[in-house]
């Protein structure tokens, strides 16, 4: 069963290729996607990595977590499910 990974602090020239090519020396990527505003199109520094499997999983955070990328330390957890009624803000 896949596992989805948060991957926090990445640098905004991290793209989705970039971000799958960096963890698929962990194991099999199912979805790699970086998080962008909607407006500008800019990364906002975080993004999210389906693994595999739960070894796979496991082995990516620790190779990632607190790894330096570009001067920037990746923080690299298990994603939690969105909450509950979460959402856009607006009128």
């Known amino acids: 069963m896949a596992k ?11 793209d989705e290729a970039k971000l799958r090519e ?4 962990a194991g099999t990527v199912e979805t790699a ?11 906002k520094g975080f993004g999210f990595v389906e693994m595999s499997s739960d070894d ?3 082995a990516a955070i620790d190779m990632y977590n607190g790894k330096d990328l570009e ?14 009624g979460a959402g856009g803000g607006g009128f």
């Open 56 to 58: 796979e999983a496991a």
């Open 22 to 25: 960096l963890f698929s020396k």
């Open 4 to 14: 989805k990974l948060y991957v926090g602090n990445l640098p905004y020239t991290v």
């Open 33 to 43: 996607s970086v998080i962008s505003d909607k407006f500008s199109g800019r990364s």
């Open 71 to 84: 001067g920037r330390p990746l923080t690299v957890n298990e994603a939690r499910p969105k909450p509950e």
